[in-house]
C-alpha cells in the first residue's frame, strides 16, 4: 500500500472513530506515519475535498491543527450542497468525483451514476472548443443534479 494510501486510511478510521470529524496535528501525523508532512498535505487536498464530502479547516502556529470534518447531508440537502459548489465550470475529474461520491453515499442510484459519469464524460463534449466545455459540463451536471433531487 502506497504512503498517500494509508495516510488517507488513517484518517478516514480517525474520521469513523471519532463521529465523522479528526484533528490532525500535520508534525506528529508525518512523524508517525514516517513521511514528509508534505506527504499529509498532498492527501488532505486531494481526498478530502468538499466534493468528496468533506470541510477542511486550519489554524496555523505553535498550537495549530487541521480539522477535517465528514459534511452529514443527505438527500436533497446533499445534492444542493453539491450543486452550489459545482460554479460556473467543472472538469471531467471532479465532475465524475462527485457523482461517484454521491453514489457511494446512496444519494444517486446506480443508474442514475452511470448515466451522469456518461453525459458529463470528455467525450460527450469533444464536439465543443476546449474552453467552452467545463462550462458545458457544469450546466449539464447541475440540471441533472437537480431534477434527480425533484424525482426523489
Known sequence: ????EQVA???LDMLDS????AE???NELADQMGC???QINYVITSRFTPEQGY???SRRGGGGYIR???VQVSGPSAMMHVVNSIGDSVDSGTARMLIINLADRGILSTAAAELMLAACGDSAFKALPTEYRDTARAGVLKQMLIKSTISQ
Do not use: A
Not at 500500500?1 to 498517500?4: F, K, L, Q
Open 1 to 4: 500500500m502506497r504512503m498517500s
Open 36 to 38: 514528509v508532512p508534505s
Open 68 to 70: 477535517i470534518t465528514r
Open 55 to 57: 470541510m477542511v479547516e
Open 18 to 21: 471519532r463521529d465523522g470529524t
Open 24 to 26: 490532525i496535528r500535520r
Open 9 to 11: 486510511r488513517y484518517i
